[in-house]
């Protein structure tokens, strides 16, 4: 069973930054596009950025500039650095992989369990 533990996540003031992590528990055959995602109360769940596995990254409008996405291959981590945070930016955060756990078995979608960040005015 594949779980994905994030970390980092907290309270800060707006201009502040925070850096989240998420990491496999378990081994991973390959990992196809590694991503992040975030859910306001009230709100439908946000995609944010995502890294694929050239390494190429896509970011959502609201957040380009001002978040990145970075990973480790060899730990199975993907990072998420949000830096000049917003009040607007509060919400939990939740990381996703789209990947095969061995060769016997299809890509599907993995989630963390999300962590919430609070961004204070």
């Known amino acids: 069973q594949v779980q994905l533990v994030e970390s980092g996540g907290g309270l800060v003031r707006a201009g502040e930054s925070l850096r989240l992590s998420c990491a496999a528990s378990?081994?991973?055959?390959?990992?196809?596009?590694m991503r992040w995602y975030r859910q306001a109360p009230g709100k439908q769940r946000e995609f944010l950025a995502a890294?694929?596995?050239?390494?190429?990254?896509i970011y959502a409008d609201s957040v380009k500039g001002r978040f990145t996405i970075s990973r480790d291959n060899a730990k199975k981590t993907v990072y998420l650095q949000m830096d000049s945070l917003k009040p607007e930016d509060t919400a939990v955060y939740y990381c996703?992989?789209?990947?095969?756990?061995?060769?016997?078995?299809?890509?599907?979608?993995?989630w963390g369990q999300g962590t919430q960040v609070t961004v204070s005015s």
């Open positions: 378990v081994s991973i055959f390959s990992i196809n596009a």
């Open positions: 890294i694929i596995n050239s390494g190429s990254t």
């Open positions: 996703n992989f789209w990947a095969r756990v061995d060769v016997t078995t299809a890509l599907r979608d993995y």
